[in-house]
């Protein structure tokens, strides 16, 4: 769904993410986590949140859902701090109250929290730090742990000992996994979560599902 298309709110629970991508991947992330009273909606581009923010008590059905829990979810691109700056300053302006933290819930209703993919980093001593990067990246670090994933690290250095320039590894190297898997070839990120590409147990989604099951 498009950042102008206004779709009818049916729930009071409300994750609103960023592009196809994170649309489809929640959706079928809800399900896995057993979430059936939440709705997704795609607020579009990183530029289009604080229009969509403030737009929405003027869709249809918001007024009769009382909505009680909003989480947003976004991409940390290169910067993860610019990220979170950018998601307070469009709830500010669209007068929503604002989280201290991303993956922490305010008080009062509607309750209010935000995800940034894709996530905190694994050491012990940088727990609490974001890192740079996208939903692509978080399902990367997904399956690069799975048996198969060195063929695919094989495969991006053989491409460069050859001259080929890669610009997005992270998307490359994604694909390449997935391109690898008969049931997955040819999947964009919403697909492939259709599909069960994902082990939605992952240390690495632990973070997000605490977010989505206690919305």
């Known amino acids: 769904m ?11 629970k409300l994750l609103v993410v960023e592009g196809k991508d994170a649309y489809f991947f929640c959706i079928w992330a809800l399900k896995a ?13 990183i ?10 008590p003027e869709f249809p059905g918001y007024d009769q859902v009382n909505m009680s829990t909003l ?41 209010i929290a935000f995800i940034i993919f894709p ?13 740079a990067g996208t939903l692509d990246d978080l399902c990367l670090n997904i399956v ?13 250095q053989c491409l ?12 490359s190297k994604l694909h390449s996994y997935l391109s690898g898997k008969d049931k997955y070839v040819g999947l964009k990120i919403g697909e492939a ?10 240390p690495k989604l632990e973070k997000f599902k605490d977010i989505i099951t206690n919305m």
Request: glycine share 8%.
């Open 119 to 131: 996530g905190f980093e694994t050491s012990t001593a940088s727990q609490n730090r974001l890192s």
């Open 33 to 45: 986590f057993g979430v059936d009273d939440v709705q997704v909606l795609d607020f579009g581009g």
């Open 71 to 111: 989480v947003i979810a976004r991409d940390a691109e290169s910067n993860p701090a610019t990220a979170i700056a950018n998601i307070k300053a469009s709830l500010h302006e669209a007068d929503f109250t604002v989280p201290d933290n991303p993956f922490e819930f305010t008080t009062g209703i509607p309750r």
């Open 47 to 56: 530029g289009d949140l604080t229009k969509y923010l403030k737009t929405l």
């Open 193 to 202: 979560s259709k599909a069960g590409a994902w082990d939605w147990t992952h």
């Open 2 to 12: 498009a950042a102008e298309e206004k779709v009818t709110i049916k729930l009071p």
């Open 144 to 156: 690069k742990d799975t048996s198969t994933f060195g063929c695919v690290d094989l495969y991006m």
């Open 160 to 171: 460069q000992s050859n001259g080929e320039k890669i610009p997005r590894p992270h998307k």
